[in-house]
């Protein structure tokens, strides 16, 4: 998949604390969050998930994301790549990805 | 207001985490846990916070916080009044009110 404008951040400092809720409130993006506090920094491609859902529907949610201040992407050549933004998202909200990542 | 059933709840224990985070990731149930948690138990009734929105849609909100574990009710008299199940919710979530509570 390739995209023609670079995806826009923000960084978690910015980010109001019901926006982080409302991001990982849905089952599709704590899916998502998950698999790449497991995962080395930037080898997960979009497609890459374990997720139920189409290229549209994930766009969007990787788009909230990024707006969350949880998940930063960058091109590599035809794949758009991921890191989750642990440290300074654990700075501006300290123990929700914890919380987030400890399973159920 | 006076409600013919009493209100259904579910202890924080039997809460998924998504729920929780979705419950709270709303302004209107935002603002409803935090004028609780200024309040004293069983003081508040449903019709005393200051949140824009009418009666069936604060009914709704009420009935996803107590879903979420996050509130207890009781009709007393003509009144349904509210409590914030802080204790019991910490136990569960640890340290996800109290980042609710810090406001921004």
């Known amino acids: 998949m390739t995209h023609r404008a670079a995806p826009e951040h923000t960084h978690p400092d ?5 926006t982080a809720l409302d991001a990982l409130g849905d089952p599709v993006r704590l899916q998502l969050v998950r698999e790449l506090a497991v ?18 529907a994930l766009s969007h ?6 707006a969350a201040g949880l998940v930063e992407q ?13 440290e ?9 990805l914890a919380l987030v990542l400890r399973g159920d």
Do not use: M, Q, Y
């Not at 995962?39 to 549209?56: H, I, L, N, Q, Y």
């Not at 949610?61 to 990024?66: G, K, M, Y």
């Not at 300074?88 to 909200?93: I, K, L, Q």
């Open 88 to 96: 300074e998202f654990d700075e501006r909200f300290p123990g929700l």
């Open 39 to 56: 995962s080395r920094e930037w080898t997960r491609s979009c497609g890459s998930f374990d997720v139920p859902v189409r290229k549209a």
């Open 61 to 66: 949610h990787f788009s909230v994301l990024r």
């Open 74 to 86: 960058r091109d590599d050549g035809p794949k758009r790549v991921n890191r989750l933004r642990r």
């Open 14 to 18: 910015k980010v109001p604390l019901i």
